[in-house]
Structures are given as structure tokens and as C-alpha cells.
């Protein structure tokens, strides 16, 4: 079964392109089956960009999915055009009433910040609460992963002296898990970041188990079961040319950027880069999206009574 869009959203045509299932309203409606109803809080500047990839990965499973995009709802975005911003999302206010199976955090490039000093702090920790009544699961990526364990937990990020950029290979740590289920031993996953976030803090919480990690750049996949809950800190979801671009933008903007680890052929940034962690990321957010369809209550009123 496809994810069902907006026709007139730019990502209909270019999943629909690349052979992925979407469906219109109109086709949905035909369909005797409840959709799953998964949210993406999109706090990204190219929001556009941000759609797309995660469109793409939970657009691909055999279930029927019912994307909302999710705003701030003070929050006003500078690299995406208002009428995107009026079409396309609801603020956070607009949906705060309604049940979702699953919801999705992306991360947002202001790590720099202390959590607090974020203009909409105060709000996205009432999504973090709202989602233990309003979300059967919940998936943080990078900074929003990050904040969600600070305002549950009070776990900091750690600043970093050089920015963790490039492919790096990570260790399956616990293959039984449903969420890693056909992963590979070890697989190679895009990061891109100044924080990190320290195992041994991890440790001395029982509720988190870390699934993925790396030698070189520390725990990605983080289950909390009881909050049903994961926190992955690097991006799966990115496209094959994503690190380059920022490298670019960096390059173009005269930053002191080192050149993304283990990503360009030969370490020739005139190369193209091969994509190495489509197949895992397709895996891991069709292994979400599958077991939230086997334990979600069928009628998502009952999300968040028990």
C-alpha cells in the first residue's frame, strides 16, 4: 500500500518518479482500510528537501500511510516560501487535539544553542509531552532526538572540537530487535554534527537500549521502550548528495570545513558519491512503520490510555 499526499505537494511527482506508491485523496478514499497516521515535524530550513526523504522511506512499506506535516507554530521559516508553509503544514496548535500513530522529529541545525535559548523551546517540550498521550511512537532524529532525551532525561549533548561529517561504519549491537530486523553486522550511515552524546550517560538510565554505534562517532540508534521512543542521532534518511551540498555550502561560505570522512570516491570531491545506507534506511523505518502497525490500537482514539 502507498503513502497518501497531497497531489499538488512537490514531493507526489518525484516519489512517484522514482516508482514509489503514492496515492491522491481521491484513490484513498476508495480503500476500506485505515491508513496509518504518521506526523513529521519538520524543524529543517529546506523543508521541501526534508519531505521528500522521509516520504520516500515511510512511503515504501506495504501499508497505507497518512502523512501530516507539522510546524511550529510561532517559528517562521527563511528558506521555504510562505505559500509551501500555508498549503502544506498545520501549526502545532492546529493538531494538538487530534491521535497519530507515529510521529517524526527532525533535527535542526542549532546546535550551537543551549536548549533553552531556542525561540521555540517552551513549545517543542509540549510536543515532547503531548506525544506520550497523543503518539504511539515517536522517533527523534539528530538535534531533535538529542533534545527530546534532555527534556525527558536531562541527558546534555556534548559539544564537539570538530564536526563528525562523513560515512561511518556503525555495529548492529542488538540484532534481535525488531527494529533491526534484516540489518546487515554493521552498515554504514551519513553524520553530520558538533554534538554528540556520551554512551556511558546512556548507561546509567535502564530504560534506553543502544541498537546501532560506532567506534569512531559514538551511539546513532537509541530505544526507549518504555516511551516508546527511538532516538537515532545521525541520518539515514539523507540522499546520496546531501553531505555534499553542505560541504559546498561550507566550502562557498568560506567555513574551515574538513572534507565529509569515507563519502567521496578517492577523497575527490569531484566525484560522485555513492549511496551506501540506502537499503538500511529502508529497513529501519519500514521495521517502525511495521511494528507500529502490529501493536497500534486499530481505532487511534485509544492512542496514549494505556
Same mark, same amino acid.
Given at each position: 500500500?502507498? #503513502?497518501?499526499?497531497?497531489?499538488?505537494?512537490?514531493?507526489?511527482?518525484?516519489?512517484?518518479?522514482?516508482?514509489?506508491?503514492?496515492? $491522491?485523496?481521491?484513490?484513498?478514499?476508495?480503500?476500506?482500510?485505515?491508513?496509518?497516521?504518521?506526523?513529521?515535524?519538520?524543524?529543517?530550513?529546506?523543508?521541501?528537501?526534508?519531505?521528500?526523504?522521509?516520504?520516500?522511506?515511510?512511503?515504501?512499506?506495504?501499508?497505507?500511510?497518512?502523512? @501530516?506535516?507539522?510546524?511550529?507554530?510561532?517559528?517562521?521559516?527563511?528558506?521555504?516560501?510562505?505559500?509551501?508553509?500555508?498549503?502544506?503544514?498545520?501549526?502545532?496548535?492546529?493538531?494538538?487535539? /487530534?491521535?497519530?500513530?507515529?510521529? #517524526?522529529?527532525?533535527?535542526?541545525?542549532?546546535?550551537?544553542?543551549?536548549?533553552?535559548?531556542?525561540?521555540?523551546?517552551?513549545?517543542?517540550?509540549?510536543?515532547?509531552?503531548?506525544?506520550?498521550?497523543?503518539?504511539?511512537?515517536?522517533?527523534?532524529?539528530?538535534?531533535? $532526538?538529542?533534545?527530546?532525551?534532555?527534556?525527558?532525561?536531562?541527558?546534555?549533548?556534548?559539544?564537539?572540537?570538530?564536526?563528525?561529517?562523513?560515512?561511518?561504519?556503525?555495529?548492529?549491537?542488538?540484532?534481535?530487535?525488531?527494529?533491526?530486523?534484516?540489518?546487515?553486522?554493521?552498515?554504514?550511515?551519513?553524520?553530520?554534527?558538533?554534538?554528540?552524546?556520551?554512551?556511558?550517560?546512556?548507561?546509567?538510565?535502564?530504560?534506553?537500549?543502544?541498537?546501532?554505534? @560506532?567506534?569512531?562517532?559514538?551511539?546513532?540508534?537509541? /530505544?526507549?521502550?518504555?516511551?516508546?521512543?527511538?532516538?537515532?542521532?545521525?541520518?539515514?534518511?539523507?540522499?546520496?548528495?546531501?553531505?555534499?551540498?553542505?560541504?559546498?555550502?561550507?566550502?562557498?561560505?568560506?567555513?574551515?570545513?574538513?572534507?565529509?570522512?569515507?563519502?567521496?570516491?578517492?577523497?575527490?570531491?569531484?566525484?560522485?558519491?555513492?549511496?551506501?545506507?540506502?537499503?538500511?534506511?529502508?529497513?529501519?523505518? $519500514?521495521?517502525?512503520?511495521? /511494528? #507500529?502497525?502490529?501493536?497500534?490500537?486499530?481505532?487511534?482514539?485509544?492512542?496514549?490510555?494505556?
Amino acid at each position: 500500500m502507498p #503513502i497518501k499526499l497531497p497531489e499538488n505537494l512537490p514531493a507526489f511527482n518525484i516519489l512517484k518518479n522514482e516508482g514509489v506508491s503514492v496515492l $491522491g485523496d481521491v484513490q484513498a478514499s476508495r480503500q476500506d482500510i485505515r491508513p496509518l497516521r504518521i506526523a513529521l515535524l519538520n524543524l529543517m530550513p529546506k523543508k521541501i528537501q526534508t519531505e521528500n526523504q522521509f516520504s520516500r522511506l515511510i512511503g515504501s512499506t506495504p501499508l497505507q500511510i497518512e502523512l @501530516s506535516l507539522i510546524r511550529m507554530s510561532e517559528h517562521k521559516t527563511k528558506n521555504t516560501a510562505a505559500t509551501h508553509m500555508q498549503e502544506f503544514y498545520k501549526s502545532f496548535l492546529e493538531i494538538k487535539n /487530534e491521535k497519530f500513530d507515529g510521529l #517524526i522529529i527532525t533535527g535542526a541545525p542549532i546546535e550551537h544553542l543551549n536548549y533553552e535559548e531556542v525561540s521555540y523551546w517552551d513549545e517543542l517540550c509540549e510536543v515532547f509531552d503531548w506525544s506520550q498521550t497523543n503518539v504511539f511512537s515517536t522517533i527523534g532524529v539528530c538535534w531533535g $532526538g538529542m533534545a527530546m532525551m534532555y527534556h525527558s532525561h536531562g541527558i546534555n549533548k556534548h559539544m564537539l572540537n570538530k564536526k563528525f561529517f562523513g560515512c561511518f561504519r556503525h555495529q548492529n549491537l542488538l540484532p534481535s530487535s525488531p527494529y533491526l530486523r534484516g540489518f546487515s553486522d554493521d552498515c554504514i550511515i551519513p553524520v553530520s554534527r558538533w554534538t554528540e552524546m556520551k554512551q556511558f550517560e546512556l548507561d546509567q538510565q535502564s530504560e534506553f537500549k543502544t541498537l546501532l554505534a @560506532s567506534k569512531d562517532v559514538g551511539p546513532c540508534l537509541v /530505544e526507549n521502550k518504555k516511551r516508546r521512543s527511538l532516538y537515532i542521532f545521525n541520518h539515514l534518511e539523507y540522499d546520496s548528495l546531501t553531505l555534499k551540498e553542505e560541504y559546498d555550502r561550507d566550502m562557498l561560505n568560506s567555513k574551515i570545513v574538513s572534507m565529509p570522512v569515507n563519502y567521496f570516491p578517492d577523497d575527490n570531491p569531484n566525484k560522485v558519491p555513492s549511496n551506501r545506507w540506502r537499503s538500511h534506511a529502508h529497513l529501519l523505518y $519500514g521495521n517502525w512503520i511495521n /511494528e #507500529i502497525y502490529q501493536t497500534t490500537p486499530y481505532n487511534i482514539d485509544n492512542v496514549g490510555q494505556n
